[in-house]
């Protein structure tokens, strides 16, 4: 079998974590190429919907980053966020989607390095858990 | 005053004697008539004189309330989205409503949703300790009990015991244990309902504390429960009395025992679902997933889900249309945008014809949201939905993890 490369699927904030991941470019940090970034205007953005849909389409994991609450553009986005991630993992548990494949992070703009981080552990930790099982069902 | 507590009994001979416990709920319904305080009543009633098939009726003639008498066990009508279905969410109708705890909190998340009109409202709240399924509760009247359906007219359900009651008065007796063993006995959302004293209408009305007597017990729940209350008495449509200590310690420990009863069913149904590995759950969900057939019964039916144009209809571009079973997204979607409110009320499984067990699992994660951001729905309206607000406090939670 091919070595398993995951897919991780990240909603970045515009204000903040999207510019750490290109501070992070241009600071030629390394950093996996498992991501595949979509840039949202706030983490707020980020509903039910799109991280379902992101796992039903065979993303391995989904990695939410917004800035850190007080610092959200629209005041509490990055909060509406942090309740839908808190409510998610009990279902993706409960289905047998492990909840360890969402992940919430708060990257600010500067945290250019934290972004490197970020990704390595997360790809590590998707690495270990293996491909998203919806991956297997018959289309 | 809210909190107060009556001994309750009709004023009125006609309705004290077709009644089984005093007749109160009756006499309320009238005074609420009589005295033009609402312009309607929402009840049930046996269709055709049919107890396995009871619906719901809105009244506006004091004398047919009387109809309404009794309480019927083999039916469990949607009253919540009954109100924002056919009468416009109680908006241009002031109505009583008749109804059990799950009824009460669909109607609140209702209200939290801006669908019905609470300020047009009178709760009248039952005790419930669950109902029966119709058609399996034919069958078993038949097959366990071995009389005629058509033959019950009453049923009981009381400390562990099911008691139906027959046209030549006979009084038959059954374990509910016994029977749910095998696959009888009430509705599964109803085993494991702990709520039994419906403390979130105005008024909860029951029989516990009443200690074999033809009365109702009464709790104030509201302000608005505590004027109707006294008007009613004012206007000698119901005789009161204190109920002594021991009535109110007696109905405590009523309810705490079916609170211990039915967090027991919570337990087995959720261990069932609970103690299986990841891979297991995978295999078993998806399995369950790909036998919906797409009715959309599960959405109509359930108090929570109110959208006007929902995200799962074919056009909206998240589940595509003439496919069947539906990709699983469909599912999941339903179940993450209750899980936070879901009042266990069942509807969504007494209509799915595929038998999905879907008020278990959205059941089971509510409790599970509910310990995280400490909400159990349907107990106040003015208490924020979980998944769908936030609060200037959570401002100053630096984390990614959050404590409630
Ligand atoms: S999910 Fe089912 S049990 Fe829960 S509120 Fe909706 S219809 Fe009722
Ligand atoms: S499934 Fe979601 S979008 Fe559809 S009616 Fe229910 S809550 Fe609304
Ligand atoms: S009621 Fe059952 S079959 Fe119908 S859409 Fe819901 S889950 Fe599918
Ligand atoms: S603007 Fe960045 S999380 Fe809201």
């Given amino acids: ?139 | 005053m809210k909190g107060d507590m009556y001994l309750a009994q009709s004023s009125d001979d006609a309705i004290l004697k077709k009644s089984e416990h005093g007749g109160v709920v009756t006499s309320l319904l009238k005074f609420a008539l009589e005295s033009k305080r609402v312009d309607a009543v929402l009840a049930i009633k046996a269709r055709n004189g049919n107890r396995y098939d009871g619906i719901p009726v809105l009244i506006t003639d004091p004398e047919t309330v009387i109809e309404t008498a009794g309480s019927l066990h083999c039916a469990s009508p949607n009253i919540a989205r009954f109100i924002k279905e056919y009468l416009n969410g109680a908006f241009d109708m002031k109505i009583a409503v008749v109804c059990k705890p799950c009824d009460a909190r669909g109607i609140i998340e209702l209200v939290k949703r801006t669908q019905i009109n609470m300020d047009n409202l009178t709760l009248i709240g039952l005790n419930c300790t669950g109902t029966l399924p119709s058609a399996p509760a034919k069958r078993m009247f038949h097959e366990e009990f071995e009389v005629n359906p058509s033959d019950v007219i009453r049923e009981d359900l009381e400390e562990g015991k099911l008691t139906i009651t027959l046209k030549d008065g006979t009084e038959k007796q059954k374990d509910l244990d016994e029977l749910e063993q095998k696959g009888y006995g009430r509705r599964e959302n109803c085993r494991r309902c702990d709520i039994n004293i419906p403390i979130m209408a105005d008024i909860a009305c029951g029989k516990w504390g009443t200690d074999g007597k033809k009365a109702t017990f009464i709790e104030v729940c509201s302000e608005k429960g505590s004027d109707f209350i006294e008007k009613a008495i004012e206007a000698e449509y119901i005789k009161v009395e204190k109920p002594d200590s021991r009535a109110i310690e007696s109905r405590k420990k009523r309810n705490e025992e079916e609170i211990l009863l039915a967090r027991k069913w919570q337990e087995k149904d959720f261990a069932s679902l609970r103690e299986m590995s990841t891979e297991e759950k995978f295999s078993y969900w998806l399995g369950e997933f790909s036998r919906c057939i797409k009715c959309y019964g599960c959405r109509n039916a359930c108090p929570i889900c109110y959208c006007k144009d929902c995200i799962l209809e074919a056009d909206r571009g998240i589940v595509a249309p003439g496919e069947i079973p539906p990709d699983v997204i469909f599912p999941m979607i339903r179940s993450v945008h209750v899980m936070d409110s879901c009042v266990n009320c069942g509807q969504c499984e007494d209509v799915c014809p595929m038998d999905l067990p879907l008020a278990r699992l959205i059941l089971m994660l509510n409790r599970e949201l509910g310990n995280i951001f400490k909400n159990e729905p349907g107990m106040d309206v003015n208490a924020p939905i979980p998944l769908k607000s936030v609060t200037d406090k959570e401002l100053t939670v630096a984390d990614v993890e959050i404590q409630f």
């Fill in chain 1, 1 to 139: 079998m091919d070595k398993f490369e995951p897919k991780i699927v990240a909603f970045f904030c515009n204000w903040c974590s999207y510019a750490a991941a290109d501070l992070a470019g241009t600071s030629r940090i390394q950093y996996p190429p498992n991501v595949r970034t979509i840039r949202v205007m706030c983490s707020g953005r980020v509903s039910e919907l799109l991280i379902l849909k992101a796992f039903a389409l065979g993303a391995d994991g989904v990695l939410v980053g917004g800035c850190h609450p007080g610092d959200c553009h629209y005041m509490k986005g990055n909060l509406s966020a942090r309740r839908r991630v808190t409510g998610l993992k009990p279902f993706l548990n409960a289905i047998g989607i492990s909840s360890d494949r969402l992940r919430l992070q708060w990257i600010g703009a500067s945290e250019g390095l934290k972004m490197a981080e970020t990704i390595s552990d997360f790809t590590d930790t998707i690495r270990n858990l293996g491909p998203n099982p919806l991956k297997r069902r018959q289309k």
